[in-house]
């Protein structure tokens, strides 16, 4: 391989624009050569905004690109399986957005290639790569709340509640509990181990505006999980895309309980502080503010509005695409893996099980 990573992003998303391209030619060491588009015009645009030489409308061109190490998969998720398939087929280092399949039989399929084929593959679950979380995963590994019993955690937003786009289509999306579900069940997977079982109540709510389309399948809007632990744990989850957020856009919400201390932490989007922690120790009255650690945020500008904040972190830290060339460059396994992605993929199918036969689903 060449001293830089070679990459093709297939995406022309605003997700795209505002992370996977930026946070990829943030390194040093990246060479971003092509991206793909179902509209010519769009990935034009695209490509004359953010520097890229090459275009393409058929990602199978774009694979089939000799000067490529690498290939960034931000496509729809009824788009993933076939699209990473193809990119391991070839060879390819691949890193795919979340959730990584539409079923376990996809995640399981696209695993087991990217073994077989001895490549770098990872799966974008951003927030565990966040300081929050990072620092929780300290707190809780040093002891901090004893032996934990329970963690609740929420994720809201409200861009769902017109149901609009493929994401709130059942028949090319797992609605919620996969666009924002899948970020808590790999966080807690992240936090405290295997899951094994998972009851789930999925609701699809809907208020579109006149003369809104929204799809014949309508997919969850509002997602509550009830996950047992290999260990023992309880897990309360819930992913909303129905609540009105205002300016705050979204918030993060944990709780941690232990026999010794709770601990709590919040993202809020309208803050210039936007990660904070809480602890609660046992037999104390008072609940302090833990400051997380400087040295977690890799020197960006904590004075900086919190989307702002975000989008630096990105551009400066390992994380997201900027590992996944980093592991390339090192030859290291990337995490979170595909491994990882049927892990939770086994989660959220269970989910869909649970909800519809009103069941509690063992997870294999």
Not at 7 to 32: D, K, M, R
Not at 135 to 148: A, F, H, R, S
Not at 200 to 205: C, D, E, G, W, Y
Not at 268 to 279: E, G, H, S, T, V
Request: hydrophobic letters at 40%; glycine letters at 10%.
């Amino acid at each position: 391989m060449s001293q830089k990573v070679r990459v093709g992003v297939i995406s022309t998303s605003g997700f795209a624009e505002w992370n996977l391209i930026p946070n990829t030619q943030s390194h040093q060491n990246a060479e971003l050569l092509s991206v793909c588009g179902r509209r010519l015009d769009r990935a034009a645009e695209v490509a004359k905004k953010h520097g890229i030489n090459k275009i393409y409308t058929d990602y199978r061109e774009l694979i089939r690109s000799d000067d490529l190490d690498a290939v960034i998969v931000g496509s729809p998720d009824d788009l993933h399986h076939e699209m990473v398939i193809e990119a391991l087929s070839h060879g390819k280092h691949v890193f795919c957005e979340k959730p990584m399949a539409s079923t376990v039989q996809q995640a399981q399929e696209m695993a087991s290639l990217a073994q077989k084929q001895g490549v770098v593959n990872m799966v974008n679950f951003t927030w565990g790569w966040l300081p929050l979380y990072v620092y929780l995963k300290e707190l809780l590994d040093g002891g901090t709340i004893g032996v934990p019993m329970y963690v609740s955690l929420g994720y809201k937003a409200g861009y769902g509640i017109e149901n609009q786009g493929w994401r709130f289509d059942g028949d090319r999306a797992a609605g919620i509990l996969g666009d924002l579900g899948a970020h808590l069940i790999h966080l807690v997977r992240n936090l405290f181990g295997d899951v094994k079982a998972v009851s789930a109540n999925l609701r699809s709510f809907s208020a579109p505006r006149d003369h809104q389309i929204i799809p014949k399948n309508l997919a969850n809007t509002s997602a509550a999980l009830l996950l047992e632990l290999e260990n023992g744990l309880q897990a309360v989850l819930h992913a909303t895309g129905v609540t009105m957020m205002g300016k705050k856009m979204q918030e993060h919400q944990i709780e941690l309980a232990g026999t010794e201390g709770t601990l709590q932490g919040l993202i809020r989007f309208d803050k210039n502080k936007p990660f904070r922690i809480w602890l609660t120790r046992r037999d104390e009255q008072d609940t302090v503010e833990l400051p997380i650690p400087d040295q977690l945020f890799g020197g960006i500008d904590r004075t900086l509005p919190a989307i702002d904040q975000l989008s630096s972190f990105f551009k400066v830290m390992p994380a997201g695409p900027r590992l996944f060339v980093e592991n390339i460059l090192q030859g290291k396994s990337g995490k979170p893996d595909f491994n990882e992605g049927l892990q939770v993929q086994k989660v959220i199918d269970g989910a869909f099980k649970s909800d519809k036969e009103g069941i509690r689903v063992m997870i294999e």
